[in-house]
């Protein structure tokens, strides 16, 4: 299969993926029975609710996140359960946002991760003899893999055997069954001339007499018989197969049956399938999800109608420990899971993958077909914005815009969010905390062409907006030349404090009413990268989402008051932000300790368990710590502090090189390799209060 058009799969897949978790959340909870589903929509034949903004939930956070264990760990070598175990300490912030915190009897996820963080391995801490066969067979297992089966095209042993693996931090027996399954036929899906051929690839991975294939071999025999009503196949799952036979709270048996008549009677239609597993009932979000994936991949991008792609605008925000890697763009995760295919075939990925993927960068090339990377418009009246074939700088796409007809006093504004705020969603679900993808200092480029009919000359005028004035701020135009491509680029402004939450530009002319500016632009290439330099004023920002801009909280309780962050914690406790691939950067914050004897600096931070440290640490000493899933420090100096003093704490990471300073003194020097890049924030390894103020952030 040729990379662009394994990519195009994959990309189909994903969509489809999230086209059917978007349909299926308003319906999810128990309350939405198969009867009320029916009584109030009837047919459902597009998304029952209109979103803002749809804040990801736990179907799309670990197949996101549980897959970085091929980055963090088995980078050179096969896959262990642990590897993801690993993933799920490090990325999962404790009681708050990426699964679901039911309680360690209801929910099969929180008692899985309390299993691991007491030092219960996978697969053990997934496995029915420590949880119960009930616990073990919720449905979990097979929601959290559809990324193991899209990086293994054509190769369904090797993708259930990924997925088995990944399932079992959390699951056992038809949990495991179920993963095997809808890995396998996302796999097969990229060769598959059929809906049959696909289930009959996902059964031949998993034992010919469990349970799961029992009721998926029941459910193609009712298809058989009765090939037009899916309504009368739920019946006979829920009569034969339903939840009243199963225990918990949502057994994956049911659930499976949902999944096989909807891939059946939805015969290879997107569209149709999600829309089956949706009035289905039961867990809604995670079967039209799965076979979303499934049917995506076999159907490709062509068949995925523009009411349900167009609302997802090729963005998706997540919930877990890094705001950064929380704004997903999913052309540009499509092309890193890619990456881990060729890793992981133990193969050297194309150059033009390689180049297309810019860790710690925002890019986008538009190559991939229908792809907008989220851009908006404020303005769509006199601005049309639409993914274009017509041109591209150096490849066949860009993002086109079509200004129509605009005057003297008409502009519309074309941006791209590298931020979030609370008040562009309808609720809080799984709780998404962001950190910008962009920031004072960096260079925005783009290549841009202009396709005039008439009217006098476009002007092209830069800006940024920040959330705390809610103003652009514009910078010197650009004056464009018709019929060329030419570059734009302009340095991301001062925002004293507050953070970006738009960029792009404003298109305007002075066009008189007879002769209105008429004609297209064309944005190629993308591009935000080079050496942050900015602040943080706690003054400027909100407590959202259960933590305070732009930070993600994992324990204690963090609030703001007037110009500072103030933390207070019966335990250990942790905060980061920033950009996840950021290499070296100088880092300072005035701290002011309240209570305790652990304030600390931290930076260089992977995730919750794997980061550096430095600070006080204990009375009249200060070290330099490293957390690699465990405590271990490096450097201890003396050094008397008092409660209620406040010091100015500087951190410079350089290479393997660490220099840490109080009040512009240098006091700690230290040395290590392990961590090459990563966020930062601050931390207390025990009990405390404390006070952080004007932070200031500068790329080496």
Same mark, same amino acid.
């Given at each position: 299969?040729?990379?662009?058009?394994?990519?195009?799969?994959?990309?189909?897949?994903?969509?489809?993926?999230?086209?059917?978790?978007?349909?299926?959340?308003?319906?999810?909870?128990?309350?939405?029975?198969?009867?009320?589903?029916?009584?109030?929509?009837?047919?459902?034949?597009?998304?029952?609710?209109?979103?803002?903004?749809?804040?990801?939930?736990?179907?799309?956070?670990?197949?996101?996140?549980?897959?970085?264990?091929?980055?963090?760990?088995?980078?050179?070598?096969?896959?262990?359960?642990?590897?993801?175990?690993?993933?799920?300490?490090?990325?999962?912030?404790?009681?708050?946002?990426?699964?679901?915190?039911?309680?360690?009897?209801?929910?099969?996820?929180?008692?899985?991760?309390?299993?691991?963080?007491?030092?219960?391995?996978?697969?053990?801490?997934g496995s029915a003899e420590i949880n119960g066969l009930v616990l073990a067979e919720q449905i979990g297992g097979q929601i959290f893999i559809d990324t193991w089966g899209l990086i293994f095209p054509g190769n369904p042993e090797k993708a259930a055997e990924y997925a088995e693996k990944a399932a079992s931090v959390?699951?056992?027996?038809?949990?495991?069954?179920?993963?095997?399954?809808?890995?396998?036929?996302?796999?097969?899906?990229?060769?598959?001339?059929?809906?049959?051929?696909?289930? *009959?690839? =996902?059964?031949?991975?998993? %034992?010919? @007499? +469990?349970?799961?294939?029992?009721? #998926?071999?029941?459910? !193609?025999?009712?298809?058989?018989?009765?090939?037009?009503?899916?309504?009368?196949?739920?019946?006979?799952?829920?009569? *034969?197969? =339903?939840?009243?036979?199963? %225990?918990? @709270? +949502?057994?994956?048996?049911?659930? #499976?049956?949902?999944? !096989?008549?909807?891939?059946?009677?939805?015969?290879?239609?997107?569209?149709?399938?999600?829309?089956?597993?949706?009035?289905?009932?039961?867990?809604?979000?995670?079967?039209?999800?799965?076979?979303?994936?499934?049917?995506?991949?076999?159907?490709?991008?062509?068949?995925?109608?523009?009411?349900?792609?167009?609302?997802?605008?090729?963005?998706?925000?997540?919930?877990?420990?890094?705001?950064?890697?929380?704004?997903?763009?999913?052309?540009?995760?499509?092309?890193?899971?890619?990456?881990?295919?060729?890793?992981?075939?133990?193969?050297?990925?194309?150059?033009?993958?390689?180049?297309?993927?810019?860790?710690?960068?925002?890019?986008?090339?538009?190559?991939?077909?229908?792809?907008?990377?989220?851009?908006?418009?404020?303005?769509?009246?006199?601005?049309?914005?639409?993914?274009?074939?017509?041109?591209?700088?150096?490849?066949?796409?860009?993002?086109?815009?079509?200004?129509?007809?605009?005057?003297?006093?008409?502009?519309?504004?074309?941006?791209?969010?590298?931020?979030?705020?609370?008040?562009?969603?309808?609720?809080?679900?799984?709780?998404?905390?962001?950190?910008?993808?962009?920031?004072?200092?960096?260079?925005?480029?783009?290549?841009?062409?202009?396709?005039?009919?008439?009217?006098?000359?476009?002007?092209?005028?830069?800006?940024?907006?920040?959330?705390?004035?809610?103003?652009?701020?514009?910078?010197?135009?650009?004056?464009?030349?018709?019929?060329?491509?030419?570059?734009?680029?302009?340095?991301?402004?001062?925002?004293?404090?507050?953070?970006?939450?738009?960029?792009?530009?404003?298109?305007?002319?002075?066009?008189?009413?007879?002769?209105?500016?008429?004609?297209?632009?064309?944005?190629?290439?993308?591009?935000?990268?080079?050496?942050?330099?900015?602040?943080?004023?706690?003054?400027?920002?909100?407590?959202?989402?259960?933590?305070?801009?732009?930070?993600?909280?994992?324990?204690?309780?963090?609030?703001?008051?007037?110009?500072?962050?103030?933390?207070?914690?019966?335990?250990?406790?942790?905060?980061?932000?920033?950009?996840?691939?950021?290499?070296?950067?100088?880092?300072?914050?005035?701290?002011?300790?309240?209570?305790?004897?652990?304030?600390?600096?931290?930076?260089?931070?992977?995730?919750?368990?794997?980061?550096?440290?430095?600070?006080?640490?204990?009375?009249?000493?200060?070290?330099?710590?490293?957390?690699?899933?465990?405590?271990?420090?490096?450097?201890?100096?003396?050094?008397?502090?008092?409660?209620?003093?406040?010091?100015?704490?500087?951190?410079?990471?350089?290479?393997?090189?660490?220099?840490?300073?109080?009040?512009?003194?240098?006091?700690?020097?230290?040395?290590?390799?392990?961590?090459?890049?990563?966020?930062?924030?601050?931390?207390?390894?025990?009990?405390?209060?404390?006070?952080?103020?004007?932070?200031?952030?500068?790329?080496?």
């Amino acid at each position: 299969m040729q990379t662009e058009q394994y990519l195009e799969k994959v990309y189909a897949g994903f969509l489809g993926m999230n086209i059917g978790i978007r349909l299926g959340a308003p319906v999810e909870p128990r309350e939405w029975t198969y009867e009320k589903i029916r009584d109030v929509y009837g047919e459902i034949k597009g998304y029952i609710k209109d979103y803002q903004m749809f804040s990801a939930d736990d179907d799309a956070n670990g197949p996101v996140f549980f897959i970085r264990a091929l980055l963090d760990d088995a980078v050179d070598r096969e896959l262990e359960p642990q590897d993801v175990g690993r993933a799920w300490l490090n990325y999962c912030r404790e009681g708050i946002g990426m699964l679901w915190w039911g309680g360690e009897q209801v929910s099969t996820e929180h008692r899985a991760y309390s299993n691991l963080k007491k030092g219960i391995p996978a697969p053990q801490s997934g496995s029915a003899e420590i949880n119960g066969l009930v616990l073990a067979e919720q449905i979990g297992g097979q929601i959290f893999i559809d990324t193991w089966g899209l990086i293994f095209p054509g190769n369904p042993e090797k993708a259930a055997e990924y997925a088995e693996k990944a399932a079992s931090v959390s699951h056992d027996g038809n949990g495991l069954y179920g993963a095997r399954f809808i890995a396998a036929c996302i796999a097969r899906a990229f060769t598959a001339d059929s809906m049959e051929e696909i289930i *009959e690839s =996902g059964l031949a991975q998993i %034992p010919e @007499e +469990c349970e799961y294939a029992r009721l #998926a071999k029941a459910v !193609i025999s009712f298809y058989k018989r009765n090939p037009e009503d899916f309504r009368l196949c739920y019946h006979y799952v829920e009569e *034969e197969w =339903g939840y009243h036979k199963y %225990p918990g @709270e +949502c057994h994956i048996i049911p659930n #499976a049956g949902v999944c !096989i008549l909807s891939l059946l009677y939805g015969n290879g239609n997107l569209a149709r399938t999600v829309e089956i597993a949706t009035m289905c009932g039961w867990d809604t979000d995670c079967n039209a999800g799965n076979v979303g994936t499934i049917c995506g991949v076999f159907s490709g991008l062509q068949e995925i109608p523009p009411h349900y792609r167009k609302p997802i605008n090729d963005t998706i925000v997540t919930s877990s420990v890094s705001g950064y890697l929380n704004i997903l763009d999913i052309p540009t995760f499509v092309k890193e899971l890619a990456m881990l295919k060729y890793q992981v075939d133990r193969e050297e990925p194309p150059r033009h993958l390689k180049e297309a993927v810019k860790h710690g960068e925002v890019y986008f090339d538009f190559l991939l077909p229908g792809s907008t990377h989220g851009f908006r418009t404020n303005n769509p009246f006199k601005a049309i914005l639409r993914h274009s074939r017509e041109r591209g700088f150096q490849n066949k796409g860009s993002l086109e815009i079509l200004f129509d007809r605009m005057i003297s006093g008409d502009s519309s504004r074309i941006f791209w969010k590298p931020f979030y705020r609370r008040e562009e969603f309808n609720d809080e679900k799984y709780k998404p905390v962001f950190s910008p993808k962009a920031y004072s200092g960096q260079t925005v480029s783009a290549q841009i062409f202009l396709d005039q009919w008439r009217g006098e000359k476009i002007t092209l005028t830069p800006y940024v907006r920040d959330t705390y004035t809610k103003n652009e701020q514009y910078l010197p135009p650009i004056q464009l030349k018709n019929q060329s491509w030419q570059e734009a680029a302009f340095i991301i402004p001062d925002t004293k404090g507050s953070l970006i939450d738009e960029i792009g530009y404003k298109i305007s002319s002075d066009s008189p009413t007879y002769n209105r500016a008429f004609g297209k632009l064309f944005i190629d290439e993308f591009h935000i990268h080079g050496a942050a330099d900015y602040t943080i004023d706690f003054s400027k920002q909100c407590r959202e989402f259960g933590s305070v801009t732009p930070f993600a909280h994992h324990r204690g309780e963090w609030s703001l008051e007037g110009d500072a962050l103030i933390c207070k914690s019966a335990d250990s406790c942790s905060s980061y932000t920033g950009n996840y691939y950021s290499t070296d950067y100088s880092y300072s914050v005035d701290v002011t300790p309240i209570e305790g004897t652990s304030h600390l600096l931290l930076f260089r931070a992977q995730g919750i368990m794997r980061h550096y440290l430095a600070g006080f640490d204990g009375e009249g000493r200060i070290s330099f710590i490293r957390n690699d899933f465990g405590y271990k420090k490096m450097e201890t100096v003396s050094f008397e502090w008092e409660h209620g003093v406040t010091y100015t704490f500087r951190i410079e990471c350089s290479g393997s090189s660490f220099h840490f300073f109080i009040n512009n003194q240098s006091v700690l020097t230290a040395e290590d390799g392990l961590f090459t890049h990563g966020m930062y924030g601050f931390g207390f390894l025990s009990g405390g209060a404390g006070k952080y103020q004007n932070i200031i952030f500068q790329a080496l």
